[in-house]
């Protein structure tokens, strides 16, 4: 069964710092990894979208990366902003197969 | 890009009473539509799987009998929670695939049972 985890759980920064965000899955054999921003209360923003076949995506100040083999992908976020605050959920699937999501990474970017 | 829109946003409804959530396709077919539960401060946890035409797959510990799913056309998907208690107030997400695999998601629909 696939599990999804990310980690740091919860992540505090001040403003125009980069950083990083760590998913791992335990069952290599996916279709596609998406990132999802969800701000509180709200539904989800997919923020990027890498098929097994791709090792990295990027969209603006985000890059998401994929190491299918060790079960791994990173967001990098660049300079961040208090905008950015919010959740980040990674989510993995197989193919027409429901996603399945990590707990997700809580941010907040601080002025 | 592919929309799939919710009705309602939110809705408060008495205990014991049933509520259905619409989850629509707007611009794409969807062959597929999922529905999902989210409670305060945790992620996404599946219930169910729902194809057109055919009976919904229920994830383990999700009672059938309760959430009714149909899924009538190629773009729309219902779910009705049925005898609302106060412990199924939750957040409902719905998604939509097409043939690209790639999965769109509804703004979510809050329950509240009083």
């Known amino acids: 069964k696939q599990e999804v985890t990310q980690i740091p759980a919860a992540l505090s920064v001040p403003e125009g710092e980069n950083l990083v965000l760590n998913c791992s899955f335990t069952?290599?054999?996916?279709?596609?990894l998406q990132w999802f921003r969800q701000d509180p209360g709200k539904g989800l923003t997919s923020l990027l979208l890498i098929q097994s076949s791709q090792r990295e995506q990027t969209s603006g100040r985000l890059n998401a990366s994929l190491d299918k083999s060790s079960g791994r992908s990173t967001l990098y976020i660049a300079a961040s902003q208090p905008g950015d605050s919010a959740t980040y959920l990674c989510?993995?699937?197989?193919?027409?197969?429901?996603?399945?999501f990590g707990k997700g990474t809580r941010l907040s970017v601080i002025a | 890009g592919a929309v799939v829109s919710q009705h309602p946003s939110w809705v408060i409804c008495k205990s014991g009473t049933s509520v259905k959530i619409e989850c629509r396709s707007l611009?794409?077919?969807?062959?597929?539509m999922f529905w999902y539960r989210q409670f305060p401060k945790q992620s996404l946890m599946l219930m169910a799987t729902?194809?057109?035409?055919?009976?919904?797959?229920?994830e383990q510990g999700v009672e059938k009998d309760k959430f009714l799913i149909n899924h009538a056309s190629l773009t729309l998907s219902t779910l009705t929670v049925t005898s609302a208690h106060p412990e199924d107030s939750s957040f409902y997400i719905c998604s939509a695939t097409a043939t690209s695999y790639e999965q769109y998601f509804g703004p979510g629909t809050r329950l509240t049972v009083t």
């Open positions: 069952d290599s054999a996916i279709y596609n």
């Open positions: 611009d794409f077919q969807a062959t597929t």
């Open positions: 729902s194809n057109e035409g055919s009976k919904a797959t229920y």
């Open positions: 989510a993995v699937s197989s193919g027409n197969t429901p996603l399945v």
